[in-house]
């Protein structure tokens, strides 16, 4: 084993990184599930009709309802943005998600520290055919990563690989920088 000095001029950075985008079928359903949250939370605020002893509660409904409306529209209109943002890429040892437009992150996983890959899909996505990807390592407790919006090749592929890095090198040869 070596500790050799690095320089860093030559580390490849996350910055540079070319990511795959998610399929384009992804925006579809974020712009469905966006609709469906809306269309509910719009009609629960209609229950304030059924309260009688709420004086002012045709005011108050008329003025969430707009709130909603404008709400959904304004996430309507960043959900394209947030879209092309959104994507993946996989290096020889790692794997790098990156989303947010507001708040960006990228979140980059050593193979070697990953403990559980899942493949999933819900309702709406299985409609598209899309899937998704939960990784699980162990800094990140119980929460899991998820890479949304990939075909059905793209997230077995992805978790095939991801499954069977630590198997085929060995962990404490990986020099992870970021």
Known sequence: M?????????????????YTPLEKKYLKVQIVKTILVYIIFMGLTLLLLLAEEFACRVATTIGIECVFLIAMIVNLFLLPKAYAYKGFAIREHDITYRSGIIFPSVITIPFCKIQQVSVRQNPITRIFGLYAIDIVNGAQ?????????????????????????????????IRFVR
């Open 141 to 173: 407790m119980l929460e899991a990563t998820s890479i949304p919006g990939l075909t059905e090749e793209k997230a077995n592929g992805s978790a095939k690989l991801c499954k069977s890095y630590p198997d085929t090198f060995h962990c404490q040869d």
């Open 2 to 18: 070596t500790n050799r000095q690095l320089n860093f001029e030559n580390i490849d950075k996350v910055e540079n990184l070319i």
